[in-house]
T-cell receptor, first 112, second 115 residues
Framework: GAGVSQSPSNKVTEKGKDVELRCDPI?????LYWYRQSLGQGLEFLIY????????KSGLPSDRFSAERTGGSVSTLTIQRTQQEDSAVYLC??????????FGSGTRLTVV | AQSVTQLGSHVSVSEGALVLLRCNYS??????LFWYVQYPNQGLQLLLK??????LVKGINGFEAEFKKSETSFHLTKPSAHMSDAAEYFC?????????????FGSGTQLTVLP
């Protein structure tokens, strides 16, 4: 596709359940980022993938959060045992070194 | 470590007036710098980027920014504000070396355009 695609666009889940958020980056983009944006807040870095290098996981807030990127393309962010404080918009971005990064429209996660 | 400071969480300008959104960065090496805009309930859209070429960067929608190394600044400007410019604007920095290649964002500036 022409842009970064994220699914689902909205997700409501019960506290304690696991959720998976998907990101389809632009074809050929070697870099992929996940960010979290809470209501009225800025962007919180979660994880960064670059090609075949080991991901930078330094932004993951707890061990309930994990992410993988299969075949250098699609990425999945998994949140286990969701908590209410996990409610936020999760944004994915992809790009190439030295270029701008294109963001998806995000997944709005609501934990009830 | 790299960081970004955006001065002014809220800026209001009159339609037709100059827009100036301030961004200062901290980076141990010459960085890449970006401005993004976010309209309500939408993702982030790239306005412009600095990647060590020309220091004056022109972007979309009439915006431009100037990289000033001596001031560690990358302020965003537009000569004449339109109502459609009302949105939140984020400045971001990315290191060009080392292991930390994450994009670090400022806390954002909400721009209001008054009729």
């Amino acid at each position: 596709g022409a842009g970064v695609s994220q699914s689902p666009s909205n997700k409501v889940t019960e506290k304690g359940k696991d959720v998976e958020l998907r990101c389809d980056p632009i074809s050929g983009h070697t870099a992929l980022y996940w960010y979290r944006q809470s209501l009225g807040q800025g962007l919180e870095f979660l994880i960064y993938f670059q090609g075949n290098s080991a991901p930078d996981k330094s932004g993951l807030p707890s061990d309930r959060f994990s992410a993988e990127r299969t075949g250098g393309s699609v990425s999945t962010l998994t949140i286990q045992r969701t908590q209410q404080e996990d409610s936020a918009v999760y944004l994915c971005a992809s790009g190439r070194e030295g270029e701008g990064y294109t963001f998806g429209s995000g997944t709005r996660l609501t934990v009830v | 470590a790299q960081s970004v400071t955006q001065l002014g969480s809220h800026v209001s300008v009159s339609e037709g007036a100059l827009v100036l959104l301030r961004c200062n960065y901290s980076s141990s090496v010459p960085p890449y710098l970006f401005w993004y805009v976010q309209y309500p309930n939408q993702g982030l859209q790239l306005l412009l980027k600095y990647t060590s070429a020309a220091t004056l960067v022109k972007g979309i929608n009439g915006f431009e920014a100037e990289f000033k190394k001596s001031e560690t600044s990358f302020h965003l400007t537009k000569p004449s504000a339109h109502m459609s410019d009302a949105a939140e604007y984020f400045c971001a920095v990315r290191s060009t070396s080392g292991s930390a290649r994450q994009l670090t964002f400022g806390s954002g500036t909400q721009l209001t355009v008054l009729p």
